[in-house]
């Protein structure tokens, strides 16, 4: 008796689906890898850069899962496929290089194919073949050409301490260059310590320079740390309800001109400072801003005095602060900056338009002082001289920390290791 229980194929007498029809790869995938010696994404020439020449290291190239093979010419790649939607997948790079486009999550494009479905990323410099003939051999109209990759192995922006401690709870995010150092001395002949929290250092012989080489957490044995502030005592709501739990009011003001004596100030909003020099006089000067701070200017607080601003937003500091020279430590802001959020040296980080300047901070700078999730964000890159200098430092001030007011000052603990 004929089994008609069908419900699994494969388990009776029922014949197996007969496959949807697909059309055949008669379509073309395909561009040009080049090397992005000015990082802008594009193989055009760009005054006063040449046209990108092929790169011609290694690659992986994955279209939906490897469904479609490639193949590579030169620095040249190409592929065909059927008509519908596709997703190309770019990895496998040389030792030393990276992608500048796509930079996508995954470095992963989505393109369509065959006419009139043909589409590509609007960013890039790809664009559906417009010709009339058939679609076999050579792709024809309804392919997507110059779906161009860039790699380069130039460095990218990194930042480093100059005696100073460095502390990263989310994980330490800096890609060094080789031979360079996280941390190096400063002028008391000691680099800072630094902590990378939640994973592990990258390169942990990279956290500071002979003859110290302090080693950092490894990912076998990873620095864990729980931190129980809702709010860090830097933070801007933190700070206010202090003052005020201490009978004092702060004094309203909308800019540094207002600040002429030491003491506690506090915006109703963003506070944009203009692109002078200021110098803080004598004393301690707590600014609480009540929104976003963008610097734009230098900030130079002389030694005996403190400076402390407390943003309940960003603080930005504008590419137009900095030094072009890229080995100067001469320090462009001073003081104590927490951001509730982020803190941000912006940039351009487009090599194409010229390298940023580099930033010199000479105190302390604290991101996500707030517990919203931010973070410190570097857009600088100095482009050919990453591979030398850090675009922004953290510089130690030893005398900010004799001088800060009790308001900030923390309860000091002592620590000891005993033997068992």
């Given at each position: 008796?004929?089994?008609?229980?069908?419900?699994?194929?494969?388990?009776?007498?029922?014949?197996?689906?007969?496959?949807?029809?697909?059309?055949?790869?008669?379509?073309?995938?395909?561009?040009?890898?080049?090397?992005?010696?000015?990082?802008?994404?594009?193989?055009?020439?760009?005054?006063?850069?040449?046209?990108?020449p092929?790169?011609?290291?290694a690659i992986?190239?994955?279209?939906?899962?490897f469904s479609?093979?490639?193949?590579?010419?030169?620095?040249?790649?190409?592929?065909?496929?059927?008509?519908?939607?596709?997703?190309?997948?770019?990895?496998?790079?040389?030792?030393?290089?990276r992608?500048?486009?796509?930079?996508?999550?995954?470095?992963?494009?989505?393109?369509?194919?065959?006419?009139?479905?043909?589409?590509?990323?609007?960013?890039?410099?790809?664009?559906?073949?417009?010709?009339?003939?058939?679609?076999?051999?050579?792709?024809?109209?309804?392919?997507?050409?110059?779906?161009?990759?860039?790699?380069?192995?130039?460095?990218?922006?990194?930042?480093?301490?100059?005696?100073?401690?460095?502390?990263?709870?989310?994980?330490?995010?800096?890609?060094?260059?080789?031979?360079?150092?996280?941390?190096?001395?400063a002028?008391?002949?000691?680099?800072?310590?630094?902590?990378?929290?939640?994973?592990?250092?990258?390169?942990?012989?990279?956290?500071?320079?002979?003859?110290?080489?302090?080693?950092?957490?490894?990912?076998?044995?990873?620095?864990?740390?729980?931190?129980?502030?809702?709010?860090?005592?830097?933070?801007?709501?933190?700070?206010?309800?202090?003052?005020?739990?201490?009978?004092?009011?702060?004094?309203?003001?909308?800019?540094?001109?207002?600040?002429?004596?030491?003491?506690?100030?506090?915006?109703?909003g963003?506070?944009?400072?203009?692109?002078?020099?200021?110098?803080?006089?004598?004393?301690?000067?707590?600014?609480?801003?009540?929104?976003?701070?963008?610097?734009?200017?230098?900030?130079?607080?002389?030694?005996?005095s403190?400076?402390?601003?407390?943003?309940?937003?960003?603080?930005?500091?504008?590419?137009?602060?900095?030094?072009?020279?890229?080995?100067?430590?001469?320090?462009d802001?001073?003081?104590l900056?927490?951001?509730?959020?982020?803190?941000?040296?912006?940039?351009?980080?487009?090599?194409?338009?010229?390298?940023?300047?580099?930033?010199?901070?000479?105190?302390?700078?604290?991101?996500?002082?707030?517990?919203?999730?931010?973070?410190?964000?570097?857009?600088?890159?100095?482009?050919?001289?990453?591979?030398?200098?850090?675009?922004?430092?953290?510089?130690?001030?030893?005398?900010?920390?004799?001088?800060?007011?009790?308001?900030?000052?923390?309860?000091?603990?002592?620590?000891?290791?005993?033997?068992?």
């Amino acid at each position: 008796m004929q089994n008609t229980n069908c419900s699994i194929i494969g388990s009776c007498s029922c014949p197996a689906p007969t496959p949807a029809p697909t059309s055949p790869p008669t379509h073309i995938i395909g561009g040009k890898i080049f090397n992005d010696i000015n990082e802008d994404g594009k193989s055009v020439a760009v005054s006063p850069f040449p046209a990108d020449p092929n790169y011609t290291g290694a690659i992986a190239i994955s279209i939906d899962n490897f469904s479609y093979p490639y193949s590579l010419l030169g620095g040249d790649y190409y592929a065909f496929v059927p008509d519908g939607q596709h997703t190309i997948t770019f990895s496998g790079l040389s030792q030393g290089f990276r992608f500048t486009y796509p930079n996508t999550p995954g470095n992963s494009l989505i393109v369509n194919v065959g006419y009139p479905l043909c589409s590509c990323p609007v960013t890039s410099e790809a664009f559906c073949a417009e010709g009339s003939g058939s679609c076999t051999g050579g792709g024809g109209r309804g392919s997507v050409i110059n779906l161009n990759v860039g790699v380069t192995n130039n460095v990218s922006g990194w930042f480093q301490s100059i005696g100073s401690d460095m502390r990263w709870d989310s994980g330490f995010s800096n890609t060094l260059p080789s031979s360079k150092y996280a941390s190096i001395p400063a002028s008391g002949g000691m680099p800072g310590v630094i902590f990378s929290g939640k994973s592990a250092f990258g390169q942990p012989a990279q956290a500071s320079a002979p003859p110290f080489n302090w080693q950092v957490g490894s990912f076998s044995n990873p620095e864990v740390f729980t931190d129980t502030h809702n709010l860090i005592p830097t933070s801007y709501r933190f700070l206010l309800e202090t003052a005020q739990g201490s009978g004092i009011i702060p004094a309203n003001i909308t800019t540094l001109d207002n600040t002429v004596t030491h003491g506690i100030y506090k915006t109703n909003g963003d506070l944009i400072l203009n692109g002078a020099t200021y110098t803080f006089g004598p004393g301690n000067f707590i600014i609480l801003v009540n929104g976003n701070l963008t610097i734009m200017g230098k900030i130079i607080v002389p030694v005996g005095s403190t400076a402390i601003f407390s943003a309940k937003g960003n603080i930005t500091v504008n590419q137009s602060v900095g030094e072009s020279v890229p080995s100067s430590t001469i320090s462009d802001i001073e003081g104590l900056y927490s951001a509730d959020n982020n803190f941000i040296a912006d940039g351009n980080n487009n090599c194409a338009t010229g390298a940023d300047l580099r930033l010199n901070v000479a105190g302390t700078v604290i991101a996500n002082a707030g517990r919203m999730g931010g973070t410190f964000v570097n857009k600088r890159t100095l482009c050919a001289n990453n591979s030398s200098f850090p675009s922004v430092s953290f510089i130690e001030r030893p005398d900010f920390m004799l001088n800060y007011p009790s308001l900030v000052r923390q309860i000091p603990r002592a620590w000891q290791n005993v033997a068992p």
